[in-house]
């Protein structure tokens, strides 16, 4: 059976993805809804036609008989449960070449005789077959419907011509058959020499005009646009010098297309309606080409026009029977009622064209409707949904081959985790979606990326990457002439070089960018925030004061904490000190008592993290006090202490939790992810945040005010956790600087200064070479002792400590602390030390008696040549190791353990839960930080189960062992996953927690895990997990087989400790 090709996208492609999904009202609505009957009645009809053996209507093909005259003969396609059956009488030559072309319907075809096909334009493809006898054909709709087409039959008598014609066809099949993906699917992969055979080998007017569509068509799978629209005109032309108006639109369909990716909408515009009349609604390719008027006007800003224009071109497509297009017109008119205001319309008609998109053919429109839907959710604040969504479409667009479109929905992902505080995950989509496109081809989206990266990159304060980044972005925009883009670009320029410190360039640039370029209410708050800190610096604080206090309203949440870090640092340097640190924990007050107010898990985590830029600039003051001489602990540890509470911690399991609220969750989602949604051409951004209702909402239901008091870690609670032999250090990042707290039982605290860049730059060898089980041992040995100098500077005089206890995020969790050094001449703290990591949060945490049994969730991924994951040999023998070492405890085992199955055991209070599953920490899926578990009622997909879902159900265990590859991965460069899955377990509840920071060796396990619970078995009615982890990790430095660091220095143990504990 011959497949037509995806030859031109199933429906216009654009450049901006701004489009958030609109439904057109009433008569579009009830078209959609009958036609969807009409699609499923289809469907029906041909799966029994199918069964029963479809009707079929016979043709008897006869040879004129001045067969090299004659002109081509037609024949209507009958309806879409009949089959044409073409009957060739034994009277014609055998070696006689039959040309079958379509003409405007995809077709499958069926013969035994030697055929060569090349099914491009779509819709109007051609195959050639070599009659023998006996001989018959079999012809059929490749889709459901019933649209107007026709079958046409050409006959090749000339014996020379014919064998010309059949190796020219041969090698255009050849180059068609490549034309399997979408745009940019050939980008890697031209096929220069077979396209350069096709176009040297064509013999006539028809050959050429083939060729030159061909050649198009590579172009454009190449992604190269600008050529390929070039060639889509000279195919135009050529196909209209032979009277084939048809295949002409179809050519000029490209075009038009092209330019829309382009931007370039006044052409399209002249291209589609060179005169005043109506435009050719008879066939396909007709009413195509008007759909790509539709879009320019749109994006055109002519609204009504555009309307008038889908109205027409979804009526002409209702009556083509052309059920596919329809819906992927369903979601460009979408676009069109989302910016009049109509999301609720926008979100039924998305739904109703992803219902309507059937088939193999129907992944690009379904990913685009999955896209826009996307789109709604995260407005309305249903990030989790928007997510999900995203996946869905990012699923649909691989399976399609269609990078752009792939690198389209990783850009809104990158959007969206920059603001939820996951610049790691936001990079790295960025980033992925910068390898997908081509900087000649798709100039204004790649510029558009750079830019986005730029940003993530200031979130993650990598001033020399961001710098760099922005100039490329800059020269891009520039190039292309696009004033607003520039204008953009050169503000996030100069907040860039204001966290480099370079003051004066920043004044420049900033100088530079004219005011009437601004284009949107982000970029003049931006030139605002940008004024204030150069006044700042200028050292007029009252100035910056006032300025900044003129901007109450109308902020996203990245612009109110930017606006209170300046409000900070000016009342800071205008000896207003305690106002200053005052002022940065009542905004942080502020957005813990929003978290609990919503009942949405994914914005309360944002809400939670959006604390840390907070801390960070009361980190960079207290360094600056420092640095003035203030060294003096009364003075500084009861401004640190509050900051030293992890914020992003869940409340406990039990406490009160708000009940959801969809206004609340959109206005919440409006606040948040305004820079998402500004990152979108055309989108209302800052401008419809409703702050009064925010507020309204937030205070709603039972009266609690939003400032509600937060029990706070005092500075005596805080020396009460360092007991004898049990010291605290914290390593604290601001924005620039980076701080050592210690407290020791019998010293009074101390604060010092770190160097953060040198920190660093000895963390990442460290961490690279022990990720590997075959690197050097002495090099470890040597990066450690140069870390750990750095890192116990000054702290070295004592012993050892029994058991080291750290506080400080991400960058404590990078630290590989078994293999560091507490003195030159002693051993590793594996050999002297227990480590444990604290999330302190407000909440007790309560003590609970061991339990009298111990849970296995266990996921080994048996069919791992169905679901593609490795198999986890040693999985299976986990149970029985337990169970050897833990006598006095029943251990149960289940088994391809379902999500549900897996969340309700998590949530069991005060349970013991070993968990052996595949990890990952990456952002080959969303919200990708999780576990792998088997697939369920003999799928071959394995489901997943991400930090979202321990936000949105909880965790109430007490201990949690997660023997699963590289889930507590951290790089410490502020976030690698969008939040770690280990650190969430132990965030959203759980006692203890423990796990690998890179992937290690399950075989390992029949080491440490008997000796872990034997050592909490040897613990009674008080085991210990963090003496039992480093008893586990003591086994494997004894072993043989595990000795090396790769296998033991990554075990990592956090502990959630509540204040006054």
Not at 428 to 456: F, G, M, T
Not at 988 to 993: M, V
Request: aromatic share 4%.
């Amino acid at each position: 059976m011959l497949q037509p090709l995806a030859t031109l996208p199933a429906a216009p492609h654009r450049l901006r993805d701004d489009a958030d999904d609109a439904l057109p009202a009433g008569l579009m609505a009830r078209r959609i809804a009958a036609i969807q009957f009409n699609a499923r009645q289809w469907l029906f009809v041909l799966g029994l036609a199918a069964s029963f053996n479809a009707p079929a209507t016979q043709v008897a093909l006869s040879m004129p008989p001045d067969c090299v005259a004659a002109s081509a003969q037609r024949v209507p396609l009958p309806s879409a449960s009949d089959t044409l059956h073409l009957v060739l009488p034994a009277s014609i030559p055998a070696g006689a070449l039959l040309e079958l072309r379509e003409a405007g319907q995809d077709l499958t075809l069926h013969s035994d005789a030697p055929q060569r096909a090349v099914q491009t334009p779509p819709r109007y493809g051609a195959t050639l077959l070599q009659v023998q006898h006996p001989m018959a054909i079999d012809v059929g709709r490749l889709r459901p419907g019933g649209g107007a087409g026709a079958l046409e039959w050409h006959w090749h008598c000339d014996p020379q011509t014919g064998e010309r014609l059949w190796r020219w066809f041969e090698r255009a099949s050849a180059l068609a058959a490549r034309f399997t993906g979408g745009v940019g699917s050939l980008r890697d992969d031209f096929p220069d020499a077979l396209l350069a055979a096709v176009k040297d080998d064509a013999f006539d007017s028809r050959s050429r005009a083939l060729a030159e569509h061909l050649a198009a068509q590579s172009l454009l799978l190449a992604g190269r646009a600008a050529d390929a629209s070039a060639a889509f005109e000279r195919a135009a032309l050529a196909w209209q010098a032979i009277g084939d108006g048809e295949r002409a639109s179809a050519a000029r369909v490209g075009v038009a297309e092209d330019l829309n990716r382009s931007a370039q909408y006044a052409r399209v515009l002249g291209l589609t309606r060179a005169a005043a009349d109506a435009p050719d609604g008879s066939h396909y390719f007709g009413v195509r080409l008007e759909n790509a008027r539709c879009l320019a006007l749109h994006y055109l800003h002519q609204l009504d026009a555009a309307t008038a224009c889908y109205a027409w071109t979804s009526a002409r497509l209702d009556a083509l029977n052309e059920t596919l297009e329809l819906a992927s017109v369903g979601i460009d008119f979408a676009a069109v009622e989302m910016a009049r205001g109509n999301a609720d319309g926008a979100r039924k008609l998305l739904l109703d064209s992803l219902a309507l998109a059937q088939g193999a053919q129907a992944l690009t429109v379904q990913g685009r409707a999955q896209f826009e839907l996307a789109g709604l959710a995260r407005d309305r604040g249903d990030i989790a949904q928007a997510l999900h969504r995203l996946q869905q479409a990012q699923d649909r667009f691989a399976a399609a081959a269609e990078p752009r479109w792939q690198a389209n929905v990783l850009l809104r992902l990158a959007a969206l985790l920059n603001e939820l505080h996951a610049p790691g995950d936001a990079r790295a989509a960025a980033e992925r979606a910068l390898s997908l496109l081509d900087a000649r081809h798709a100039p204004a989206r790649v510029a558009a990326a750079q830019l986005l990266l730029a940003r993530i990159e200031l979130s993650d304060s990598d001033t020399d990457v961001g710098l760099a980044r922005i100039e490329l972005s800059l020269a891009a925009f520039q190039e292309l002439g696009m004033p607003e883009e520039v204008a953009s670009a050169q503000l996030l320029k100069a907040r860039l070089l204001l966290q480099a410190g370079r003051v004066d360039d920043a004044h420049k640039v900033l100088a530079g960018t004219p005011i009437a370029a601004l284009h949107n209410g982000a970029d003049g708050n931006a030139r605002r925030l940008i004024g204030a800190e150069l006044a700042l610096h200028a050292g007029q604080f009252e100035r910056t004061t006032s300025l900044l206090r003129s901007m109450r309203t109308n902020l996203t949440l990245s612009e109110q904490l930017e606006r209170t870090r300046l409000l900070a640092e000016a009342d800071w340097r205008a000896g207003r000190r305690d106002q200053a640190h005052a002022l940065l924990r009542a905004h942080a007050h502020a957005l813990l008592a929003l978290s609990r107010r919503t009942g949405n898990a994914v914005l309360a985590h944002t809400l939670r993290a959006a604390i840390a830029p907070l801390r960070q600039t009361a980190i960079d003051l207290l360094a600056q006090d420092l640095d003035a001489g203030n060294t003096g602990s009364a003075q500084w540890l009861p401004r640190l202490t509050p900051w030293l509470l992890d914020p992003d911690a869940a409340p406990a399991r039990g406490s009160r939790a708000s009940a959801p609220s969809a206004a609340l969750d959109a206005a919440l989602s409006a606040l948040l992810l305004g820079d998402a949604a500004a990152e979108e051409a055309g989108k209302p951004a800052t401008n419809t945040i409703h702050f009064v209702l925010l507020d309204r909402l937030a205070r709603a239901d039972d009266g609690r005010d939003t400032a509600m008091a937060e029990r706070e870690l005092t500075p005596a609670a805080l020396r009460a956790i360092a007991r004898p032999g049990q010291p605290l250090l914290a390593l604290l990042r601001g924005r620039q600087r980076l701080l050592r707290l210690w407290i020791n039982a019998d010293a009074a605290p101390r604060l010092d200064r770190l160097d953060a860049h040198a920190l660093r730059q000895q963390l990442a060898p460290l961490r690279d070479v022990l990720a590997r089980p075959d690197s050097s041992v002495t090099l470890i040995d040597a990066h450690a002792r140069a870390l750990s100098e750095l890192v116990f500077s000054g702290l070295g005089g004592q012993a050892p400590p029994q058991r080291l206890q750290v506080i400080g995020g991400r960058l404590v969790a990078a630290i590989p602390w078994p293999v560091l050094y507490w003195q030159p001449a002693a051993a590793p703290l594996a050999e002297t030390s227990d480590t444990v990591l604290l999330n302190l949060v407000t909440e007790p945490v309560p003590h609970q008696a061991a339990p009298a049994g111990i849970t296995v969730l266990l996921a080994a991924q048996d069919d791992g040549a169905v679901n593609g994951l490795p198999v986890l040999g040693a999985a299976a023998f986990e149970p029985a190791l337990i169970q050897r070492d833990s006598p006095d405890r029943q251990v149960q085992t289940m088994a391809a353990t379902s999500r549900e199955q897996a969340l309700l055991q998590l949530s069991a209070s005060g349970a013991w839960l070993h968990v052996s599953a595949h990890g990952r920490s990456q952002t080959d899926r969303l919200l990708a930080s999780g576990l792998w578990l088997d697939p369920q009622d003999g799928g071959s997909e394995a489901q997943f189960l991400g930090w979202a879902d321990l936000y949105a159900h909880g965790v109430g265990a007490d201990l949690v062992v997660l023997n699963v590859c590289q889930l507590a991965q951290s790089d410490g460069a502020a976030a690698n996953a969008a939040l770690d899955f280990a650190a969430a377990v132990s965030r959203a509840g759980a006692r203890n927690t423990i796990a690998a920071q890179w992937p290690v060796s399950d075989t390992a396990s029949v080491v440490w895990v008997p000796a872990f619970y034997r050592a909490l078995t040897a613990g009674g009615d008080h085991p210990d997990p963090a003496q039992s982890l480093a008893e586990a990790r003591r086994a494997l430095r004894a072993s043989r087989a595990f000795r090396h660091p790769f296998h033991w220095a990554g075990w990592v143990h956090w502990q959630r400790l509540g204040v006054g504990e």
